[in-house]
């Protein structure tokens, strides 16, 4: 398996532009997240998807679009990319209730995407 | 709203003693509480999961206190080796379980020398 894949590693954007992160997820887990992780902030939701078709907002929206087309996948969309947008951007996923897991609260972590806005 | 405090400060360490880091929180208690390990240009990885009713969690060298009166999660690390050097999160239950929606604190450095 290999877990949560994230695209692109690295990206450098002007401001007023537009991009699309993607994840990916092969654990056929329900729930997914994503965070911006900022220097003395911690990591800090955007939005959360309990399932294929849903998603809810988190802590700090604005700015961003979010996409659950399947149960694999989850995309973060900047429409206006802004300086404050700098940041670090992971996605994560969580095992489904009554997964037998063992740990069903835990969340899995993507490798994350640097994203600069200059 | 719910806030998170954990030591800013980098802690320094030598091998072969306990790290101890604390993560500290305001207003309610949640349902469960994180610990999350995270190295340098990597995602998070987690370590440990306690609940409002457990006192203390262990896994291996690793322990994790929950005081729901002082507001308050202590991580240790036992017997800490150089490979230990890492950030350390702590993350709250944000509402309810069902979402698993967590709120993290910044982190501490762990800096463990030989």
């Known amino acids: 398996n290999a877990g949560v894949t994230q695209t692109p590693k690295f990206q450098v954007l002007k401001t007023g532009q537009s991009m699309t992160l993607q994840c990916a997820q092969d654990m056929n887990h329900n729930s997914m997240y994503w965070y911006r992780q900022d220097p003395g902030m911690g990591l800090r939701l955007i939005y959360y998807s309990a399932s294929e078709g849903t998603t809810d907002k988190g802590e700090v929206p604005n700015g961003y679009n979010v996409s659950r087309l399947n149960k694999r996948e989850f995309s973060l969309r900047l429409e206006s990319a802004a300086p404050s947008q700098t940041s670090v951007y992971f996605c994560?996923?969580?095992?489904?209730?009554?997964?037998?897991?063992?740990?069903?609260?835990?969340?899995?972590f993507g490798p994350g995407t640097r994203l600069t806005v200059l | 709203s719910q806030k998170i405090e954990q030591n800013s400060e980098a802690l320094n360490i030598q091998e072969g003693k306990t790290a101890t880091l604390t993560c500290n929180y305001t207003n309610y208690s949640p349902a469960y509480l994180q610990w999350y390990r995270q190295d340098p240009g990597r995602g998070p990885v987690f370590l440990l999961l306690?609940?409002?009713?457990?006192k203390e969690k262990r896994k291996e060298r690793l322990k994790v206190t929950f005081d729901t009166t002082l507001k308050q999660s202590l991580f240790h690390i036992t017997a800490s080796q150089p490979a230990d050097s890492a950030t350390y999160l702590c993350?709250?239950?944000?509402?309810?379980?069902?979402?698993?929606?967590?709120?993290f604190g910044q982190g501490t450095t762990l800096q463990v020398k030989p």
């Open positions: 993350a709250l239950l944000r509402g309810s379980s069902n979402t698993g929606k967590l709120i």
């Open positions: 306690i609940r409002e009713n457990e």
């Open positions: 994560a996923s969580r095992p489904n209730a009554g997964a037998g897991t063992g740990a069903i609260d835990e969340q899995f």
